[in-house]
């Protein structure tokens, strides 16, 4: 049973690109959660989402960030535009759909953005 | 919300147990308390989780005191792998699930 899959591993943009980041979760799990971890600091809770729902996104920067999960495929963080503070480490987790009140989060490995 | 407070980092010879203190004193009564950790570059992984007794699994036990304001993850026999940040969270049940609020943690670093 794989875990949850991020790819890619690391990822170089030039500013103003486009960062596509994705979070494949484990199997049978509908819901992911992205988290960004800038250089030297601790990890931020980005966004929550369901099959085709965003259910809290209450720590994505208002502009040129957005995250979706599909029904079929992984779950998409879009950076638009990225600048050099984008640069950072971003890791998703995932969990079932019939979870228990309290559950230990599985997390992917991450993904390494650079911003050039 | 609840915060924690854990020392910055902390020493522990390989196979000695390692005790990691958490500080929690305004936790409520419905809050549990997680550990994770997280080796340097990967993602972070989940230990274990309390509400009130003492827990214990594969990898660690976590010591809750009666009154709940702190907590002692330990792990029993430490190896040169165990290495890593870790983070003592309470999680907050009004959160939405999978929103943790992760500190700084606690450094540990095993030596030979």
């Known amino acids: 049973n794989a875990g949850v899959m991020q790819n890619p591993r690391h990822l170089v943009r030039r500013r103003g690109q486009e960062a596509r980041l994705r979070c494949s979760p484990m199997k049978g799990h509908s819901h992911v959660y992205w988290y960004r971890q800038l250089p030297e600091e601790g990890l931020k809770f980005m966004v929550y989402?369901?099959?085709?729902?965003?259910?809290?996104e209450s720590g994505m920067p208002k502009e040129r960030f957005s995250a979706e999960f599909p029904k079929e495929g992984p779950s998409i963080l879009r950076i638009q535009q990225v600048v050099r503070g984008d640069s950072a480490a971003y890791f998703c987790?995932?969990?079932?759909?019939?979870?228990?009140?309290?559950?230990?989060?599985?997390f992917g490995s991450g993904t390494r953005l650079t911003v050039v | 919300d609840a915060k924690t407070t854990q020392p910055t980092s902390m020493d522990c010879a390989e196979g000695r147990a390692a005790n990691l203190p958490c500080n929690h004193s305004?936790?409520?009564?419905?809050?549990?308390v997680y550990w994770y950790r997280q080796i340097h570059s990967q993602g972070p992984q989940y230990i274990i989780h309390g509400l009130k007794n003492n827990e214990t699994n594969e990898m660690a036990s976590l010591i809750i005191t009666e009154d709940r304001k702190s907590s002692t993850l330990i792990l029993p026999h430490a190896t040169l792998r165990d290495t890593a940040v870790y983070y003592c969270i309470v999680r907050t049940p009004t959160d939405s699930w999978g929103k943790l609020q992760f500190g700084a943690g606690t450094q540990v670093v095993v030596t030979p």
């Open positions: 987790a995932s969990s079932p759909t019939a979870i228990k009140a309290n559950y230990g989060y599985t």
């Open positions: 305004t936790i409520s009564g419905n809050e549990y």
């Open positions: 989402l369901q099959k085709e729902n965003i259910i809290d």
